[in-house]
């Protein structure tokens, strides 16, 4: 909460007790019935009176110094927020307009690619979006505002001598005039207007100092959301990149291994919907899809001779396929980015009763993100056609799962499986 440098209530007390005093001295001088002291009554009631006058002007002058620290404060902790550029360009605005009682105004800031300034928010009062259109009168301030690097103040435009060669502002009826700058180490990164077309006097010049703290402060906070909203974007660029990507590496298996074509894609899809049903959601649901398409990569590091044999394999060539988990995890672990997906290209050949490979582990040993996998994976290599078979009905293979609960399956993960409503792909 705010907490006011000077005490208005400390002051309005000591006002109090100089007009109690005054009033004390007028009945003394009273009290005397000496007739030569009226004057003296009249002089010292006129100064009571004056002392009155002087305390309401303190009194607002306060309360504006007051509202103006606060708003400085308030940008403050702006700069310290969280807050997305268009939020903070939004509370700069609205704080300012309120500030200085103005009734409009918008904010440009300097584009990175050309240099040129741009309005990015125009706002008038009860925080209202305002056209762009609406402020052409106000470039012609704006250039000078960016050519000398300092604020232009006017109490009253239509008697101001340096805009006596400007038209529009004797056209546009415009009055009380703000417009600064926003730096960035002494470099320019934008300017912030506002003006009131009704009143004169609205700005002062001696608020001037306060417009310059608070326009360096608008500009520290406009710079870090512009550096945190450009770490975002360069952060979902190599997320982009980075699933690009894993998409060529899945595409490449699906290429090369043509029985299995599409099993990727469609265990991955009905992966995140069992997923889903369980309460998976955000950054762990977007791991289990990563790891779903991944699940087979370790299949690249088999020679295409044993991956691809159409007979029947021998036990060590069995054993060389089994090793597809581990090859998955030796390739994974060395990339950042894919690591929390790691679980089901690693564990997803584990069994619940601990007779899977490569680890032999058992129950809640097995990571929850491959539990819900093996099942899918099970569902789809058994119901899909093979050269050597035909995939078996979806009635009987859902009997087969059902009947591997608490063995090959994580029980409670069959049961979410079970009620799935769709299992289309």
């Known amino acids: 909460m705010f907490k006011p440098i000077i005490d208005i209530q400390s002051i309005q ?25 009226s ?3 009249q002089d010292i009631t006129r100064v009571t009176q004056s002392v009155s006058t002087v305390e309401q002007s303190v009194n607002d002058y306060l309360k504006v110094r007051q509202s103006q620290l606060g708003a400085l404060m308030g940008v403050g902790r702006v700069i310290n927020s969280s807050l997305g550029l268009k939020r903070v360009l939004e509370e700069v605005m609205d704080t300012l307009i309120e500030l200085m009682r103005a009734e409009r105004g918008f904010l440009m800031l300097r584009e990175s690619s050309t240099g040129e300034l741009s309005v990015r928010i125009a706002r008038g009062i009860a925080h209202i979006n305002l056209e762009e259109e609406t402020f052409k009168v106000s470039r012609t301030i704006v250039g000078k505002v960016v050519e000398s690097g300092e604020p232009i103040l006017t109490t009253n435009a239509q008697d101001d001598p340096r805009f006596n060669s400007q038209l529009s502002i004797a056209a546009f009826q415009l009055r009380s005039i703000l417009c600064a700058p926003l730096k960035i180490k002494n470099e320019l990164i ?20 306060m417009i310059k703290a608070f326009a360096d402060q608008a500009a520290v906070a406009i710079d870090n959301a512009q550096l945190f909203e450009n770490l975002q974007a360069g952060n979902r660029e190599l997320q982009e990149a980075y699933q690009a990507t894993l998409e060529g590496w899945v595409q490449a298996l699906d290429m090369r291994d043509k029985e299995t074509e599409g099993h990727t894609q469609r265990v991955t899809i009905l992966t995140e919907r069992l997923a889903r049903s369980m309460g998976v959601e955000g950054v762990a649901l977007i791991d289990i899809i990563r790891g779903a398409l991944l699940h087979d990569i370790g299949k690249m590091a088999i020679h295409d001779g044993i991956l691809l044999k159409p007979g029947k394999l021998t036990d060590d060539e069995r054993a060389l396929i089994q090793k597809h988990p581990q090859y998955a995890y030796d390739m994974l672990k060395r990339i950042d980015f894919l690591l929390p997906a790691i679980d089901i290209p690693y564990c997803h050949h584990e069994k619940w009763d601990g007779t899977g490979y490569p680890r032999g582990l058992k129950g809640e040993e097995i990571p929850f993100a491959a539990r819900i996998f093996t099942v899918i994976d099970v569902w789809d290599a058994l119901i899909s056609d093979r050269p050597y078979r035909k995939g078996y009905p979806q009635a009987e293979v859902l009997e087969l799962i059902k009947a591997d609960s608490g063995k090959h399956f994580d029980p409670r993960v069959v049961e979410a499986f079970l009620a799935l409503d769709d299992l289309s792909v």
């Open 13 to 37: 007390r000591q006002f109090q007790d100089v007009r109690a005093l005054l009033m004390r001295a007028v009945g003394s001088l009273t009290k005397t019935g000496d007739p030569l002291v």
């Open 39 to 41: 004057t003296a009554i």
């Open 190 to 209: 934008g300017v912030i207007y506002v003006e009131n077309r009704a009143r004169a006097g609205i700005f002062q010049e001696s608020e001037l100092g």
